[in-house]
């Protein structure tokens, strides 16, 4: 293919990876911190945009692991555990990188790192990426358009979630049982998106 | 078959090592701040591993910086200039630090981390402030909520100080303490016996370092306090003065009566003190004794509301309308108060309604 | 379930003795999330918000200031009294603000019954919804004090 069709079919990727197949609304994968982090809408910002920046990275060294270390190797079946290693890596040199040369952004961002490195989301799209076979281009636009997606749906949860802050919910229902019934309200707004994208 | 399980296992453990390696590479050489130096005053100069916070650094040259939380930002009282090399103001120092203090480089000594050379300043009078040990030998219940704490110094053996300053006591781990907290309590004591403290210290419900003292301490143990510190302290001037302290806030008077006691001054006093009850006064004898060992000193002990079984012929009332009743030619006085902001607001309006002058007006805000 | 780091942090310090002995949850097992709404919707029942609660005790404790540590006469039925520790404290959660150490102490004078609260516990009331967890020494029931206050 060439770089000018790869680049569409990016496009097209993290379109869908935002809307009609939100690697969260729609695979619910990365629930755990969605559920705990959203109560507020400061936190969700922090904690979404770290997401997106360590989704994307992790996305595209997992692709360069896999495709020139595994595929050539046939050792394809130990990509569970190349990733994760490549991911906690990953998460734990920038922890330091950014200790060091930005306080400030530590003080942001860098509380939300080690929450990441076990975010289902973030190992699920790297192996989508080896299930869909998509090349490297076409794996940039899915990395950020997937981490766009968590984002997204993080966001609208908080900002939810904050405007639901002072109504009184069901003893029972309070914390995770009325975000997971908000979820999955989400989730049947979102498969309205379906059919948007041709071929989708 | 063999073969390609050891490649395989080869391969995944070889990028894991490479991977381990390169993150204790980068830590050793990213999260390593080498040697950084301190210059202090631009005239002293520190040389330090980098990495920790400025705080704890200047604590261990023996350089005490005031702090009562230990460093986790929640006391702010651990302010300094840091002229050079401190870096942005971080999100945990925002709360404490207003716009002319950023202007002037005041930062939370405990929060910036030493990361190259810095150059600060730091008040002289820190210089002074020692760690001191102690042994409690004696604590007299004088009231049911008010403890006088007598500290006998160990190491250093002696500690000078002005009348009217204050140490900050250590209240370590204790069954509901998880944290060791630092609180700060005025001096008590006669200021010639410099190898003794005594503290005069109310019980605070919630009080970290109060229910450490009324709770858990016992005579024979050690405690650790650092100091002095304060800038409460007698004018140099012949004024008459008059105090204004209750409960615990008689603590820094005292010292100040034995001090002039001590040199024989010859100044004219008068001690309003106010209580709730007949059974909240305290030292009475020793009030009385100061009266006829000082040329011209009145206490005058004021009770809000006299029970009718206690016999009680003194002042009543609220304490600052006993100065206002009491206090003739007030414009010469020089007024000394210690004890609540509350206390301390309500006296300081009587006080320039009489005619005080508000140059002439010291106080030791509890806060 | 995993809590955002703030929360976490902020549910250490509230537990911890940091800042007052005993810390501010007492030795109740809920998060403090849990409790603020749990709070939230004992007040919502009692048609109150917490910035009234606030200012009622905002009230009481200007009239017993100026008591200067005496008992002073509240509405007829009550009697409030100050007293005020050196120092300040700062607030549990990450923002600006010191708040004095001045305890406010109401009796109901025909039964005896006190209630006491901090100028840190209105703050917390006003601006969090925390009335602090079951078992703490300064926890105000919410039940309790809106029928003392209004």
């Not at chain 2, 100091?227 to 105090?243: Q, R």
Request: hydrophobic content about 45%; aromatic content about 10%.
């Amino acid at each position: 293919m060439s770089v000018g069709t790869e680049i569409m079919q990016a496009c097209i990727v993290a379109i869908s990876a935002v809307f009609t197949q939100n690697i969260l609304l729609a695979y619910f994968l990365g629930l755990c911190p969605f559920i705990g982090v959203s109560r507020e809408i400061k936190a969700a910002f922090g904690l979404g945009l770290a997401v997106i920046f360590v989704l994307t990275c992790t996305v595209l060294l997992n692709w360069i692991a896999y495709h020139y270390v595994l595929v050539p190797l046939h050792l394809e079946f130990f990509r569970f555990i190349l990733f994760i290693i490549i991911i906690a890596a990953f998460v734990q040199f920038v922890e330091m990188v950014i200790e060091r040369y930005s306080p400030f952004l530590y003080q942001q961002l860098g509380v939300f790192l080690p929450l990441i490195t076990v975010n289902c989301a973030i190992l699920g799209a790297a192996l989508f990426m080896v299930i869909r076979d998509y090349s490297f281009i076409v794996t940039i636009g899915w990395g950020l358009g997937s981490g766009t997606g968590w984002f997204l749906a993080i966001m609208a949860m908080a900002g939810i979630r904050q405007r639901l802050a002072h109504d009184r919910i069901p003893r029972g229902l309070q914390g995770p049982g009325v975000t997971l019934i908000i979820a999955g309200l989400m989730s049947l707004a979102f498969i309205g998106f379906a059919g948007v994208l041709q071929g989708q | 078959m063999i073969v390609s399980t050891l490649i395989a296992v080869l391969v995944v453990s070889s990028i894991g090592a490479a991977l381990a390696a390169l993150l204790a590479l980068s830590e050793s050489y990213i999260a390593n701040y080498g040697e950084c130096r301190i210059t202090i005053n631009d005239e002293r100069e520190l040389t330090v591993q980098g990495g920790k916070d400025l705080l704890s650094m200047l604590t261990a040259e023996k350089i005490f910086i005031p702090s009562a939380c230990g460093g986790r930002a929640t006391c702010g009282l651990c302010k300094l200039k840091v002229l050079e090399g401190a870096g942005p103001i971080l999100p945990t120092e925002e709360p404490y630090l207003d716009e002319k203090e950023r202007a002037s480089n005041v930062r939370l000594s405990c929060q910036v981390k030493v990361k190259g050379d810095l150059r600060i300043s730091i008040p002289q009078e820190l210089f002074a402030i020692r760690e001191y040990r102690a042994r409690c030998t004696r604590i007299v219940d004088l009231t049911h909520d008010i403890k006088l704490f007598r500290l006998e110094l160990a190491e250093p053996g002696t500690m000078d100080y002005v009348p009217g300053q204050y140490v900050q006591l250590l209240a370590p781990k204790y069954e509901k303490n998880s944290e060791e907290v630092y609180r700060a309590y005025s001096i008590a004591s006669d200021p010639a016996q410099r190898d003794v403290i005594e503290l005069i210290i109310r019980l605070v419900p919630g009080g970290i370092c109060t229910t450490y003292c009324f709770e858990y301490l016992k005579e024979g143990d050690e405690v650790r306090m650092n100091g002095p510190y304060g800038e409460f302290h007698l004018s140099d001037t012949d004024a008459p003065m008059v105090f204004i302290a209750g409960g615990s806030g008689m603590a820094p008077i005292r010292c100040i009566l034995h001090h002039m006691k001590n040199t024989n001054s010859r100044r004219k006093a008068v001690y309003f003190f106010g209580a709730n009850e007949v059974r909240e006064m305290f030292m009475m004898d020793e009030m009385h004794r100061f009266e006829s060992e000082l040329p011209d000193f009145r206490f005058v002990p004021v009770i809000a509301k006299s029970d009718a079984s206690e016999a009680w012929d003194g002042e009543t009332g609220l304490v600052t309308d006993a100065v206002q009743r009491g206090l003739q030619n007030a414009s010469e006085y020089e007024a000394y108060l210690c004890g609540s902001p509350g206390m301390i607001d309500a006296s300081i309006k009587v006080l320039l309604d009489l005619g005080v002058k508000d140059t002439g007006i010291f106080y030791d805000k509890f806060a | 379930m995993k809590q955002s780091p703030n929360d976490a942090h902020l549910d250490a310090v509230l537990r911890s003795s940091a800042l007052v002995a005993g810390g501010f949850m007492g030795d109740d097992p809920r998060r403090v999330m849990e409790v603020v709404d749990a709070d939230a919707g004992a007040l919502f029942g009692l048609g109150v918000t917490t910035a009234q609660v606030a200012q009622r005790l905002k009230e009481i404790t200007e009239r017993a200031t100026r008591g200067l540590g005496t008992w002073v006469e509240i509405d007829e039925q009550y009697e409030a009294m100050v007293d005020e520790a050196r120092g300040l404290l700062p607030c549990p959660w990450p923002h600006e603000g010191y708040y004095p150490k001045r305890v406010t102490t109401l009796k109901v004078v025909a039964s005896g019954r006190t209630f006491r609260w901090s100028d840190l516990n209105i703050h917390m009331i006003e601006a969090h919804g925390f009335f602090e967890g079951k078992g703490s020494a300064f926890r105000i029931e919410p039940a309790e004090i809106v029928g003392i206050l209004f």
